[in-house]
């Protein structure tokens, strides 16, 4: 048995594993190469661009509830999310190579557990500024009241 095969598209041979599965096939394989497949597949989407934003309209529509549980199901991890989101738009090279995601839950829960015992806004800050070249991570996060963290802010605005 050979493992090449030639794209029907580009008309090169290649391993069988740059071809997708289609059972449909004799040898159980696509007829063009997974490189010529993407680039059939983005020329068919920009030349049909109401075609996926039904398809997503749709799917957001069917999958909205899904959505709203799991948040509500993972509230503090969607909040660690959300917060390393926010630490990448202001700082791209935030996030260390051996970032641990899970280790920052426990600062978002504590920071939302506080917020609503105290009824006092509390946010999740870096103990070295992202500004000042502090970390995306645990070991550089503390909970602070909200008015902490603006006077922290403000005074190193004022230093600057």
């Known amino acids: ?40 597949n983005k020329a068919w989407r920009e030349k049909n661009p109401d075609h996926n934003k039904k398809r997503m309209k749709v799917w957001r529509e069917k999958n909205l509830d899904y959505q709203k549980k799991w948040v509500e199901n993972n509230f503090e991890l969607n909040a660690a999310m959300a917060g390393k989101s926010n630490a990448i738009k202001r700082t791209p090279d935030c996030i260390p190579d051996d970032f641990d995601l899970h280790a920052t839950v426990p600062i978002y829960a504590e920071r939302i557990r506080l917020t609503q015992e105290t009824g006092v806004v509390h946010h999740v800050d870096h103990i070295i500024p992202l500004a000042d070249g502090g970390k995306h991570e645990a070991s550089n996060l503390q909970v602070l009241t909200a008015e902490e963290n603006y006077t922290k802010e403000h005074n190193r605005r004022k230093e600057a």
């Open 1 to 40: 048995m050979t493992d090449f095969k030639t794209c029907n598209m580009c008309g090169e041979t290649k391993l069988k594993t740059d071809f997708s599965k289609r059972s449909d096939r004799p040898n159980g394989l696509q007829s063009r190469c997974c490189v010529c497949k993407r680039v059939e």
